[in-house]
């Protein structure tokens, strides 16, 4: 892949996790207003479990979008396929399958493992 085919598939990328985001976190805060936003009426347990998962989507793709900008940010600084802990190169086929990796697989797993 070409860099500006791999900048376009970034920025879509980024502008499909910011709808999702702002989809997910467009939950009313106050339960008035959720009740006139359709929402369940008596049924706190069902509403709170689904809130948590709401929240672990977002953080999770909060977390996709830093590393789509990060990539990005690599891109224009010349360092994009160079992992970010190491400075080692990542690997062809780890960036065709999941262009926004900005870490090598040794090093993404040590990431895993810290959090
Ligand atoms: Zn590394």
Do not use: N
Request: aromatic content about 2%.
């Amino acid at each position: 892949m070409d860099t500006a085919t791999i900048r376009d598939t970034l920025e879509e990328r980024r502008s499909a996790l910011d709808a999702e985001l702002r989809e997910l976190t467009a939950i009313p805060r106050d339960p008035a207003a959720a009740v006139s936003f359709g929402k369940r009426i008596g049924d706190g347990t069902t509403e709170a479990v689904d809130r948590l998962a709401k929240v672990g989507a977002a953080e999770q793709l909060a977390a996709m979008r830093a590393d789509v900008v990060r990539a990005l940010e690599k891109l224009d600084d010349g360092t994009y396929g160079l992992c970010d802990r190491c400075g080692g190169p990542i690997s062809d086929e780890r960036l065709d399958a999941r262009p926004r990796s900005v870490l090598c697989v040794h090093c993404a797993s040590l990431r895993l493992r810290d959090t």
